[in-house]
C-alpha cells in the first residue's frame, strides 16, 4: 500500500503529556486506517461479504420451515461423523443455526470492516447534559449512523431488516404446536365414563387384559389404562397422559390412611402416574418403603398414606381411583377420581 | 405254525410259554418303568438340599437365621424361590458386604453348582418364583426386541433410565445399570423384585413378555443402534448439560477472543 493514500494520523493523540510524571496518561496510539477505510474497492467487497450473510441466514430460515414441512420425522439418515440420525432433526437444527449464526457473523463482520472505529475517548460527565452537548450528542449519532453507512449502504439495510424480520417465524412455526388453551380438558379424566352400573374395566398396560385381585400381588407394580382405550387409537397419548395408572398392593395392616384403604380393593391401591408438579410420569416405586418418586423434580409420595407428599414439589397428593372387582372378579373403577389429576393451575379447586 | 400247533401239547409247552411271558414283562418293565430315575432324582434332590443347607449355615445363616425364618438383620426367606438365590448369590449381592441403603452388586464367590444346592435348600422351605430354564429368558424372534421396547419404556425405564443406565432413588437407594447384566439375572429380577425393585409376576407380566424386554436391554446395552448421533453415555440431561457448557459456551467463548484479537488495521509498510 502506497504511503500516499493513508490519510494523516491524529499527531495529538499519541503524545506523551509530561515526561516528567512517572504515571502520566500516555494517551491513546496513533490511530491506524483499515484497508476498507482507504480502498473503496475493498469496502465494497466488505460489503457484499455482509449481505451475502444476511441472503444466506434469510436462505436458511425458508429451509428451516421446508424442512419442517416436508420432512419425514421418521426418517433417518446416515451423516458421517454422527451416524444414524434424524433427518428433521438435523436439517432443523442446522437451518436455525445457520440462519443465526449468519446473522451475528455478519453483524460483526460490518462492524469491523465498515463501521467507523475512530477511538472515541468520553471523560465521565455530570448526568446533566446541557443543551451544546445534547446537541454535539445528536450531531454525534448523526456523524455515526453516516459513518455506519447504514442509510447508504442500502443493500446491507434491506438485507439485516429481511433476515432479522424472518428469524421470528422459526418460533411462530414451533409454538404454535402448543395449541389452544386447556379449557376444561383437566378437569376430568376418561375414567369419567365409568359408573356404578356401568362400571370400567382396568386394562394391563403390559397384557391388554382386565385383571383380577389375585394377579396383583404385595411387592408387584402394575400400570392400567381403562377398557376402551387402545393403543393405536388416535389421540391414545393425549388420553393416557391423564388416565394412567399404577397399581400396587400393601399389606392392608401397612396402609395408614383409612380413606385411602376404603378407596382400594383388599390393599390394591390405583393411583394416577402423573405427578401433581408438574405432570411428568411418576413410577419410581420402592416396594419396600412404599414411596413413588417423580425423575424430574424428586416429588416423593407415601403410597401406603394415602399419597401423602413427604418430599419436594408436588403441592397435591396423587389422586386416587375408588377400585373394586365385577361379578366376574375383573378390578373395575366405579367412577372418574375425585380431583383433577396432574399439576396445579389457576382453576383448579384446591 | 403247524410245527408250533402239533408241539402245544409237549410236557415243556407250559414251561416256555411261562418263560416268554417272563422275558416279555421283565422286558417292558425295563423300558417303561420309571422307579430307578425317580429314586435317583429325589435322592439327588434331597442330597442337593443337604449341601444346601450345610453352605446356607456357613454363609447366610447369621442374618437370616439357621432355618432361613429371617431374623432382625435379614428378612425371612420362607416363599422367595430358588429364582431369588439364583438372581441374589448369582450376582454377588449376597452375602452382604454390610448393612446399607443398598446392597451392591459384587464379585460372585459360589460356583453355579453351589448356588443350585443353596436355591434348592431355600426352595425346600416354602414355594414361590423357580429359577428360569434357557429357553424362558432366550429369544430368537427379532421382533421381541421392539415389543419389548415398548414393554420397558412402560414398566422399566422410570428407574432405569431409557436406555437401561440406571438411574437415583430415595436416600442413597439407586436403581442400578442394566449393561452386562445376565440375561437370567434381568429375569429373575422381574420376577422376584429384588431390594425395592417391584415385582413383575407372570400374572401381570406373563413369560413371553419378559423375555421381550430382556432382549431389549440386551439389545440396546450392547450393540445400540445409535439413532441420534452421539449418545453422550445416554445419560440424558447431565452430560448433555456438561457437553453444552464445555464444549459449546467454550467455542463461543473462543471464537469472541478471535474476534477480539484480530483487527484488521491496514499496517503501513
Redesign the interface.
Known amino acids: 500500500?502506497s504511503?500516499e493514500k493513508?490519510p494523516e494520523s491524529h499527531g495529538s493523540a499519541g503524545e506523551v503529556a509530561d515526561h516528567g510524571d512517572p504515571f502520566a496518561d500516555p494517551g491513546l496510539p496513533a490511530h491506524?486506517?483499515?484497508?476498507?477505510?482507504?480502498d473503496e474497492r475493498a469496502a465494497k467487497r466488505a460489503e457484499r461479504q455482509v449481505s451475502l450473510m444476511f441472503v444466506i441466514s434469510m436462505l436458511a430460515t425458508v429451509g428451516f420451515i421446508a424442512s419442517y414441512v416436508a420432512i419425514d420425522p421418521d426418517k433417518?439418515v446416515y451423516?458421517f461423523p454422527?451416524?444414524?440420525?434424524?433427518a428433521l432433526?438435523f436439517a432443523l437444527g442446522m437451518t436455525l443455526g445457520v440462519a443465526l449464526f449468519l446473522i451475528g457473523a455478519g453483524a460483526?463482520h460490518w462492524a469491523?470492516?465498515l463501521m467507523s472505529d475512530v477511538e472515541m475517548p468520553a471523560e465521565r460527565h455530570p448526568i446533566e447534559a446541557d443543551d451544546e452537548v445534547r446537541a454535539d450528542v445528536i450531531q454525534q449519532f448523526r456523524t455515526g449512523a453516516a459513518e455506519s453507512g447504514f442509510g447508504r449502504r442500502k443493500m446491507i439495510r434491506n438485507t439485516l431488516i429481511g433476515s432479522m424480520a424472518l428469524v421470528p417465524l422459526s418460533g411462530v412455526v414451533l409454538l404454535r404446536d402448543l395449541g389452544p388453551l386447556p379449557e376444561k380438558k383437566l378437569k376430568d379424566t376418561g375414567w369419567k365414563e365409568a359408573t356404578p352400573q356401568k362400571p370400567l374395566q382396568l386394562i394391563?398396560?403390559?397384557?391388554n387384559s382386565p385383571?383380577t385381585a389375585?394377579?396383583?400381588?404385595i411387592?408387584?407394580?402394575?400400570?392400567a389404562m381403562p377398557q376402551g382405550l387402545h393403543t393405536h387409537d388416535e389421540d391414545f397419548q393425549q388420553r393416557i397422559a391423564k388416565d394412567a395408572l399404577m397399581l400396587?398392593r400393601i399389606a392392608p395392616e401397612d396402609i395408614k390412611d383409612d380413606t385411602s384403604k376404603e378407596l382400594g380393593f383388599q390393599g390394591i391401591l390405583a393411583y394416577s402416574k402423573i405427578c401433581t408438579h408438574v405432570g411428568c410420569?411418576?413410577?419410581?416405586?420402592?416396594?419396600?418403603?412404599h414411596?413413588a418418586?417423580c425423575?424430574c423434580h424428586?416429588s416423593?409420595f407415601d403410597l401406603a398414606d394415602g399419597a401423602r407428599v413427604i418430599?419436594g414439589p408436588a403441592g397435591h397428593p396423587l389422586p386416587q381411583l375408588k377400585i373394586t372387582t365385577d361379578e366376574k372378579g375383573f378390578l373395575v373403577a366405579t367412577g372418574d377420581f375425585d380431583e383433577p389429576v396432574g399439576p396445579s393451575y389457576w382453576e383448579r379447586a384446591r | 405254525m403247524k410245527k408250533l400247533s402239533a408241539r402245544r401239547r409237549h410236557p415243556l409247552a407250559a414251561l416256555v410259554v411261562l418263560l416268554l411271558a417272563l422275558a416279555a414283562t421283565g422286558g417292558l418293565y425295563a423300558a417303561f418303568a420309571p422307579a430307578d430315575k425317580a429314586q435317583a432324582d429325589v435322592a439327588a434332590q434331597s442330597l442337593a438340599i443337604d449341601e444346601g443347607k450345610k453352605l446356607f449355615a456357613v454363609g447366610c445363616s447369621s442374618c437370616h437365621g439357621l432355618n432361613g425364618q429371617g431374623s432382625s438383620d435379614g428378612p425371612s426367606l420362607v416363599g422367595v424361590g430358588s429364582a431369588s438365590v439364583d438372581f441374589q448369590v448369582g450376582t454377588g449381592r449376597m452375602p452382604a458386604q454390610q448393612p446399607g441403603a443398598q446392597v451392591p452388586r459384587k464379585q460372585n464367590i459360589y460356583t453355579q453348582a453351589e448356588i443350585d444346592q443353596l436355591a434348592a435348600f431355600v426352595s425346600s422351605l416354602g414355594p414361590g418364583p423357580v429359577t428360569p430354564t434357557k429357553e424362558q429368558y432366550t429369544s430368537t424372534n427379532p421382533e421381541d426386541i421392539s415389543k419389548g421396547g415398548e414393554?420397558f419404556r412402560?414398566?422399566c425405564a422410570?428407574?432405569h433410565n431409557f436406555a437401561g443406565q440406571g438411574?437415583a432413588?430415595?436416600k442413597g437407594?439407586y436403581?442400578p445399570s442394566l449393561e452386562g447384566v445376565d440375561a437370567k439375572h434381568i429375569y429373575e429380577a422381574m420376577q422376584t423384585?429384588p431390594?425395592?425393585?417391584?415385582?413383575?409376576?407372570d400374572?401381570?407380566?406373563?413369560e413371553e413378555?419378559k423375555k421381550q424386554i430382556v432382549a431389549f436391554v440386551r439389545h440396546t446395552t450392547s450393540d445400540e443402534?445409535?439413532?441420534?448421533?452421539?449418545t453422550l453415555g445416554s445419560l440424558g440431561p447431565v452430560t448433555e448439560g456438561l457437553f453444552g457448557w464445555i464444549f459449546g459456551l467454550g467455542t463461543l467463548i473462543a471464537v469472541a477472543i478471535w474476534?477480539a484479537a484480530h483487527?484488521?488495521?491496514?499496517?503501513?509498510?
Open positions: 500500500m504511503e493513508l491506524e486506517p483499515r484497508r476498507t477505510d482507504i433417518i451423516i454422527l451416524g444414524h440420525v434424524s432433526n460483526v469491523r470492516t394391563n398396560m403390559s397384557t385383571m389375585d394377579d396383583i400381588v411387592g408387584s407394580l402394575t400400570f400396587v410420569p411418576i413410577s419410581l416405586y420402592e416396594q419396600q418403603t414411596h418418586l425423575p424428586q416423593t418430599f | 414393554l412402560t414398566n422410570q428407574c438411574g432413588l430415595t437407594k436403581a423384585g431390594q425395592n425393585m417391584p415385582s413383575f409376576p400374572t401381570t407380566m406373563p413378555q443402534p445409535n439413532p441420534g448421533g452421539l474476534v483487527t484488521t488495521k491496514a499496517k503501513k509498510s
